[in-house]
């Protein structure tokens, strides 16, 4: 799967520099791999 977050975001949460302002992102992420995981084909 690709990362979508360019690389200052990447670094953002990394360093757990405001992740408020990610948390649509991450939780995108979380559920697009539970359904991967699930074999769902994700366009």
Not at 15 to 43: D, I, M, R, S, T
């Amino acid at each position: 799967m690709k990362a979508w977050m360019d690389e200052e975001a990447q670094e953002d949460l990394r360093v757990n520099k405001n992740p408020g302002v990610y948390k649509g992102a991450l939780y995108e992420n979380f559920v697009a791999e539970a359904f991967v995981k699930q074999g769902f084909v994700l366009l």
